[in-house]
């Protein structure tokens, strides 16, 4: 595709509920970033992949968020027994390795846990 | 954790007027970057500066990265209503992975009022 995808756009889940995100990088680009961005604030760094290896997992919050990507390609974020504290929106981005530093985002998935 | 602190936080101006946004850290970044994002939508790279002391024109943006690159400012003359979003500053440090983990700020909500 032309950009990065992510979907769903919304989710809204009951506290306890699980959930999977999922994010569709830029083809052929190797680098996957997950980020968790709060209302008013500035993203913050979740995970890190370069294909289908996860080299940085040192931000995500808790052992209930747990994130893949088995094929190098489509990620996807997924958080268990959801808590009112993880709504956010969800980002993802996109490098192709050797464009040091330029990530290209999607539109993120705006999580609401009620 | 290397914070990255944005001033001012919220910005509200009248079309045509000029406006600075300063990106202050006690840190040291092999890059610093700057990105604009809509409601609803994920960040947009505007720019990426490297060298201490780099100044970069955008049109009516001027973006310069400190001397010690610590910090960052973004100059906007002549502001339109299309200006109008969250701006952004990003830190890049390579990891023990190589790959440019973005540090980002608190961010400055802009509003350009016609």
């Known amino acids: 595709g032309a950009g990065v995808s992510q979907s769903p756009r919304y989710k809204v889940a009951k506290r306890g509920q699980d959930v999977a995100l999922r994010c569709d990088p830029i083809?052929?680009?190797?680098?996957l970033f997950w980020y968790q961005q709060a209302l008013g604030q500035g993203p913050e760094f979740l995970t890190y992949?370069?294909?289908?290896?996860?080299?940085?997992k040192s931000g995500l919050p808790s052992d209930r968020f747990f994130a893949e990507r088995p094929e190098g390609s489509v990620s996807t974020l997924k958080i268990q027994r959801t808590q009112q504290e993880d709504s956010a929106v969800y980002l993802c981005?996109?490098?192709?390795?050797?464009?040091?530093?330029?990530?290209?985002f999607g539109p993120g998935t705006r999580l609401t846990v009620l | 954790t290397q914070l990255l602190e944005q001033s001012p936080q919220f910005l509200s101006i009248q079309e045509g007027e000029n406006l600075t946004v300063y990106c202050n850290s006690s840190?040291?970044?092999?890059?610093l970057q700057w990105y604009r994002q809509e409601p609803g939508e994920g960040p947009v790279l505007l720019v990426t500066?490297?060298?201490?002391?780099e100044v970069k024109k955008l049109k009516r943006l001027t973006f310069q990265f400190g001397d010690a690159r610590k910090d960052s400012s973004l100059h906007i003359t002549a502001a339109q209503p299309g200006d109008t979003g969250l701006y952004l500053c990003?830190?890049?440090?390579?990891?023990?992975?190589?790959?440019?983990?973005?540090?980002f700020g608190t961010g400055t909500r802009l509003t350009v009022i016609p």
């Open positions: 981005a996109s490098s192709f390795a050797g464009l040091a530093g330029v990530q290209f």
């Open positions: 990003a830190g890049a440090d390579e990891g023990q992975t190589g790959a440019n983990n973005l540090f």
């Open positions: 083809s052929g680009h190797v680098s």
């Open positions: 840190s040291v970044f092999s890059s």
């Open positions: 992949f370069q294909n289908e290896a996860q080299l940085d």
């Open positions: 500066v490297v060298t201490g002391g």
